[in-house]
Each structure stands twice: as C-alpha cells, then as structure tokens.
C-alpha cells in the first residue's frame, strides 16, 4: 500500500504545477503541423505506429483495430473515447493479466498529465455501460478490488 501511496503523491503536484506542465506539454505537441493533425502522410499508421500496434486485436467477442480505431463486441461497433480505447487496449493485450490503475495510466496518458487514480475508474465504469449497450451480460473487464483490473476472455 505504501509504493501505491508514494506513486500517487508523484502523479499529484499541485493544480498550478500541474496546469502549467500541462500547457508545456500541448504547446510543445502542437507546434509542428504533423503534430497537430496527429499523423505525417509519410508514416504508415498514425504516429508512426509498428506493424504490431497496428493489428488488429482479437479476443474473444471483441476485435480491436488501433490503426483505426475501431472496437467491435460481436460484429457490433462500440464507440469509445481514445482514453477509453487505450485502457481496453492495454487490458486486451494480455487477458487474464492483472493491471494496476497506474499500469493503466502509463498506458492511457503521456508522462505530462497528471490524473487521480479515480479517473481510471470513471473511464472503466464508463466502458462497460458502453458495452452494455450492444450486450447487457457484458463481464469481460473484471475489478480486482485494491489491485486493479484484468480482461476476462470470453
């Protein structure tokens, strides 16, 4: 309990500090044109993605596709957030695995944003009524409680 104490004293400067690494850290990824569109037409998927983070991901009923962003639950489009399609990303790549809230921010935010581990759950609450939308027994995103989360495959 204390490691995850001292790593969430570390991801909460004050607001002032916090606003101001913000505003560091979007003006510096928005100064170059490519930057701010998000891609270069010379680089093959966006960001400059490898082939591998750009396959399609399949497990079970869903099928997640990061080059466009697309996430399925039995054939059926289920629209996430980039956020939200990150955390489900990092929690599909490896099912049955657990990942802490903060394994789940390195993956969903770049190192200049700081956010409470209680957003992490706010996006996963918001994920599964998505998903319970397309099919109301959806389970697959299991809460380990004090410890995280993990993909159950179906």
């Not at 389970?139 to 004090?146: N, Q, R």
């Amino acid at each position: 309990r204390s490691a995850t104490t001292s790593e969430s004293a570390r991801r909460r400067p004050s607001a002032e500090n916090s606003r101001a690494r913000w505003s560091r850290g979007m003006n510096s990824a928005l100064s170059t044109p490519s930057a701010a569109s998000g891609c270069n037409p010379d680089e093959g998927p966006v960001g400059g993605a490898s082939d591998e983070e750009s396959k399609a991901i399949r497990r079970g009923r869903l099928t997640l596709d990061p080059a466009r962003h697309d996430c399925l639950w039995d054939g059926q489009p289920v629209r996430l957030t980039v956020t939200e399609f990150l955390l489900l990303q990092s929690l599909a790549q490896r099912p049955g695995f657990v990942k802490s809230r903060d394994n789940l921010m390195d993956a969903a935010y770049e190192d200049q944003v700081y956010v409470d581990d209680r957003t992490i759950d706010s996006h996963i609450k918001r994920m599964r009524k998505k998903f319970r939308e397309v099919d109301t027994e959806f389970d697959a995103i299991e809460t380990l409680y004090g410890v995280g989360y993990r993909y159950r495959e179906s």
